[in-house]
């Protein structure tokens, strides 16, 4: 589950809207999700994802045993990404995502292996579900700039289907 807080405020008022608003609410995050999920949850699994999005530090002993993994062509993109050793949880991540949007918040549900859990099941295992949800605060701002573009759209909409009867 991704989790990010976001804030919608509406100029003019957002009586204005009626009970429109809460549909374009529920689009516009549903908009954020989405485009988090195609453009921001590849770069988890990148070369230079580990320092950009700081990942706990693999121990030097993991670290060795899948570089010899690697070498046999057991391991992944040559052992040196975090989050990938078979490529399960990269083809997972990626796959389609189940996008659940409500009028305040959205929800990003993705399909991972059992062993990615919430919480970790020994304190020196790096917390791979909070790894790949990490948001830099870059990313942060083009989120709650395509938020409040799809918003913005979705108002003029909105505003746009007025019809004017002349007798």
Partial sequence: MFIQRIII???????RYGRKLPEVTRAAFRAGMLYWHRTFAPKHFQPGAAEKYRHKRRTKKY???????AARGK????????????GLTRRKVLARPYIR???????LHMATPS??????????????AKEITA??????????QVIGT?????????RDTRTVVIS
């Fill in 9 to 15: 405020t509406f100029e003019p008022p957002a009586s």
């Fill in 63 to 69: 670290q060795r045993t899948k570089r010899i993994l």
């Fill in 75 to 86: 391991v992944r993109d040559g052992g040196r990404l975090d989050l990938v050793h078979s």
């Fill in 101 to 107: 949007a409500y009028p305040k918040r959205a929800t």
């Fill in 115 to 128: 062993y990615v859990r919430m919480v970790p099941n020994r304190s020196n295992h790096p917390h791979m």
């Fill in 135 to 144: 948001v830099t605060p870059q990313e942060r701002v083009q989120l709650m």
């Fill in 150 to 158: 799809e918003a913005e759209r979705q108002l003029k909409a909105i």
